[in-house]
């Protein structure tokens, strides 16, 4: 989705409005982590005393699966964001946090797919208080209890709780 911007740089006051679909279904923005449906956006471009404004909110599908249980996730997520555009910037090291647009046109699919992958969490869970599965047999522990023995401890962390317990 292409949006030109080129006579909202020179007309002070001007609001242009963004609304589209990105289509983004098919793509992966993190991996193991694609995006399950088409990206709306909405929002608008706005030039107040000749600085150019972008807001706009990103509603999409986040399809993955939970960190400790494996079961599929998929959550309705709403993401808003906000950016200072410029044709030029006088000072050639300042691009951070400006969009430049020498040609005054905005690819609104790579902003999308580009804010959107910095706001993905790093850690998804099926819910807050997931108990993930049994170490020993592989059984969601959310479903049931699988009886299989806690007090086990992993032979390699046998010496430390030893040393814990003050047995040396």
Not at 10 to 22: F, Q, R
Not at 28 to 54: E, F, M, Q, Y
Not at 73 to 98: K, P
Not at 113 to 129: F, N
Request: proline share 5%; glycine share 8%.
């Amino acid at each position: 989705m292409q949006i030109h911007l080129k006579q909202l740089f020179l007309e002070e006051g001007k609001v242009v409005p963004v609304e589209g679909i990105v289509p983004n279904s098919e793509e992966t923005l993190w991996p193991g982590h694609p995006i399950g449906s088409p990206i709306a956006i909405s929002g608008k471009a706005a030039n107040r005393a000749g600085i150019v404004t972008l807001d706009y909110t990103a509603s999409f599908a986040f399809v993955s699966q939970c960190d400790r249980c494996c079961a599929p996730v998929r959550r309705q997520m709403s993401c808003r964001f906000s950016h200072l555009l410029v044709e030029e910037l006088s000072n050639q090291g300042d691009e951070e946090g400006y969009l430049v647009l020498s040609d005054g046109v905005l690819n609104m699919d790579e902003l999308a797919a580009e804010d959107i992958s910095l706001e993905l969490p790093t850690k998804v869970l099926c819910q807050d208080g997931c108990k993930g599965l049994c170490p020993k047999c592989g059984k969601n522990l959310n479903e049931e209890d699988c009886g299989c023995s806690a007090e086990e401890v992993d032979p390699r962390f046998e010496k430390l709780r030893r040393l814990l317990k003050g047995e040396g």
